[in-house]
C-alpha cells in the first residue's frame, strides 16, 4: 500500500448513534411482536412526550388568575430588572473600562437566570412533594387494572350499569314523558341483555327501579356485590348517567328523589 494512500474512514460517533437508533427500534419491534401488543411498548413513551396536552387540558379549566399576584409580580421583576441594569451600568465600567457601556441584553439573561432558577426551585419542591407522599401512601403505587376474579367482576358489573343507563336514556328519548323502565321490562323489550332480567349479573345483585313519584323523570340503578371481598365495590347509577361506588358496605337509596346516597364517589375521580 503506498504510504501517502489516505487511511479509511472510521464511521465516527454519527455513525455509531445511527446504528444505536436501529438497534434500539429492533428491540422495541421484537417486544412488540412478542407482547402482540404494540401500545404496550410505544404507550409509555407517547405518554412521556405528549402527557402534558391532556394534563394542560384537564388543568386549565380549574387554573384561577389573581391580578392582584400577577401585577405584584410584575412590577417586582421589573424594579429588579431596573435595578439590575443601574448597577450593571455603574459596575462594569469600573471593572472594564475599555468594554464599552453594559447592556441591556444582559440585565434580560440576568432576569430570564433568576426566572428559570425561581421556576426549577418551585419543581424541585414539588417534586419532594410529591415523592414523600407517593412513600407514605397507604395505598398502592401500582395496582392492576384487572386484579383479581372479584375486581374483574367488578368492572363487568360497572359495565352493566352503563349499558343499563344507556338503555334508559335511549328510552327516554324514544317515548317522551313515559315512566322509565324496571330491569325486567328492559330485558323484555331487548334494550340490555336477557340475563340481566334475573337480577343477578357477574356476582352482583342487579336492581333498577324508577322513581315512586316521578317515574317518568328519576330512575336508579345498584349492582351489590353478592360475596363482597376486601376490594369489592358497592355500586349506583341514576338518571343523570353517572355511576358511583362506595367500598364502605349497603347504602340506603331514596326511592323517591334518586339522588346520589352520601358517601359515594363517581368512578374515576
Known amino acids: 500500500m503506498p504510504a501517502d494512500a489516505e487511511a479509511a474512514p472510521s464511521p465516527g460517533w454519527p455513525g455509531l448513534r445511527?446504528?444505536?437508533?436501529?438497534?434500539?427500534?429492533?428491540?422495541?419491534?421484537?417486544?412488540?411482536?412478542?407482547?402482540?401488543s404494540p401500545m404496550l411498548v410505544i404507550r409509555p413513551?407517547?405518554?412521556?412526550?405528549?402527557?402534558?396536552?391532556?394534563?394542560l387540558r384537564d388543568v386549565g379549566g380549574k387554573v384561577t388568575?389573581?391580578?392582584?399576584?400577577?401585577?405584584?409580580?410584575?412590577l417586582c421583576l421589573g424594579l429588579f430588572l431596573g435595578g439590575a441594569h443601574w448597577?450593571?451600568?455603574w459596575l462594569w465600567p469600573a471593572l472594564r473600562p475599555d468594554g464599552g457601556p453594559w447592556r441591556g441584553r444582559w440585565t434580560g439573561a440576568l432576569g430570564g437566570l433568576v426566572v428559570v432558577a425561581?421556576?426549577?426551585?418551585?419543581?424541585?419542591?414539588?417534586?419532594?412533594?410529591?415523592?414523600?407522599w407517593l412513600?407514605?401512601?397507604?395505598?398502592?403505587?401500582?395496582?392492576?387494572?384487572?386484579?383479581?376474579?372479584?375486581?374483574?367482576?367488578?368492572?363487568?358489573?360497572?359495565?352493566?350499569?352503563?349499558e343499563l343507563a344507556g338503555a334508559q336514556a335511549r328510552r327516554a328519548q324514544e317515548r317522551p314523558g313515559a315512566s322509565f323502565s324496571t330491569l325486567a321490562e328492559l330485558a323484555a323489550e331487548g334494550a340490555v341483555q336477557a340475563s340481566f332480567a334475573a337480577g343477578e349479573v357477574h356476582g352482583h345483585g342487579l336492581e333498577a327501579c324508577p322513581s315512586l313519584v316521578e317515574p317518568e323523570r328519576r330512575w336508579f340503578a345498584t349492582a351489590t356485590p353478592l360475596a363482597p371481598g376486601p376490594r369489592a365495590r358497592w355500586l349506583f347509577v341514576n338518571h343523570e348517567g353517572v355511576v358511583f361506588f362506595t367500598t364502605a358496605g349497603p347504602f340506603a337509596v331514596d326511592r323517591a328523589s334518586?339522588?346520589?346516597?352520601?358517601?359515594?364517589?363517581?368512578l374515576g375521580r
Open 118 to 132: 425561581f421556576a426549577a426551585g418551585t419543581a424541585a419542591v414539588g417534586v419532594v412533594h410529591q415523592v414523600s
Open 18 to 36: 445511527r446504528l444505536g437508533c436501529l438497534a434500539a427500534f429492533a428491540v422495541v419491534c421484537a417486544v412488540s411482536c412478542l407482547l402482540n
Open 135 to 162: 412513600a407514605t401512601s397507604p395505598e398502592p403505587l401500582i395496582e392492576s387494572s384487572w386484579g383479581g376474579r372479584g375486581d374483574f367482576e367488578t368492572r363487568l358489573a360497572e359495565s352493566a350499569l352503563r
Open 65 to 74: 388568575v389573581n391580578p392582584a399576584a400577577v401585577g405584584m409580580s410584575a
Open 45 to 55: 413513551a407517547l405518554e412521556l412526550a405528549l402527557g402534558w396536552i391532556p394534563f
Open 87 to 89: 448597577f450593571g451600568g
Open 258 to 266: 334518586c339522588e346520589v346516597p352520601p358517601g359515594l364517589a363517581p
